[in-house]
């Protein structure tokens, strides 16, 4: 089993629709959680962190479920700027601060 | 500025030679990183360094080294032993004050086998 998985999709979706992209992690020692956007050959940059209670920031909602291992992330509202891919990253337990990220998942938000 | 500054943009290399993507910090980050893109695969970490000089062993450093002299400056050496070294390399930065510091990215280098 990959340390984080992703469905690669990609999900299209017309503007304004809800859309919600799930990541599964196999530590079940990791403590960090974080959602990443990258465009097109440019680097990713943060979205969001995820926090166990479960964060919103605008249209964006991240939760984390500790039992199933995973992290999601739920975008309201699409528009056709939130198209990129969506990267899920997981620290590795054991100091260094070091992340492994997952492959991403594609969204196109379409007229 | 505050930032990740990585540099060439875009690189051309010869079989056979060596190259050097530069990054520079001034974050006041301890902890600096180097992961490489190749598409379908993520991002897979190549080295990192928690402290002036020393670094670690990513999961694939077969083929790359690092130095860390400076607490701003970490950069990756592409060997000719790296047989597949064309890919989007990006530089990475964090605190290590606390604990799930965030990681923060430069815009990348892509580097190109010709």
């Known amino acids: 089993r990959k340390e984080v998985e992703q469905d690669p999709g990609p999900f299209n979706v017309p503007e304004g629709a809800t859309v919600a992209f799930n990541c599964t992690y196999s530590?079940?020692?990791?403590?960090?959680f974080f959602w990443y956007r990258q465009d097109c050959r440019k680097e990713p940059k943060l979205l969001m962190s995820?926090?166990?209670s479960g964060n919103e920031d605008g249209r964006f909602t991240a939760q984390l479920n500790r039992a199933s291992q995973y992290i999601s992330l739920l975008i309201r509202d699409s528009k056709l700027s939130d198209s990129a891919t969506y990267l899920c990253a997981v620290n590795r337990p054991g100091g260094g601060n070091k992340l492994t990220f997952g492959t991403g998942t594609q969204l196109k938000v379409e007229l | 500025d505050g930032g990740i500054t990585q540099s060439p943009k875009y690189l051309f290399r010869k079989e056979g030679q060596n190259v050097t993507l530069s990054c520079e910090q001034n974050l006041n980050h301890d902890a600096m990183y180097w992961y490489r893109q190749d598409p379908g695969q993520g991002l897979r970490l190549i080295y990192y360094?928690?402290?002036?000089?020393?670094?670690q062993k990513g999961d694939i450093a077969e083929g790359y080294s690092v130095s860390r002299e400076k607490k701003e400056s970490f950069p990756l050496t592409v060997t000719s032993a790296q047989k597949n070294p064309t890919a989007f390399y990006l530089c990475?930065?964090?605190?290590?004050?606390?604990?799930?510091?965030?990681?923060?990215f430069g815009e990348g280098s892509w580097l190109t086998v010709v």
């Open positions: 995820v926090y166990s």
């Open positions: 990475a930065s964090s605190s290590l004050a606390g604990s799930g510091n965030t990681i923060y």
């Open positions: 530590n079940s020692a990791s403590q960090s």
């Open positions: 360094s928690q402290i002036v000089n020393d670094f």
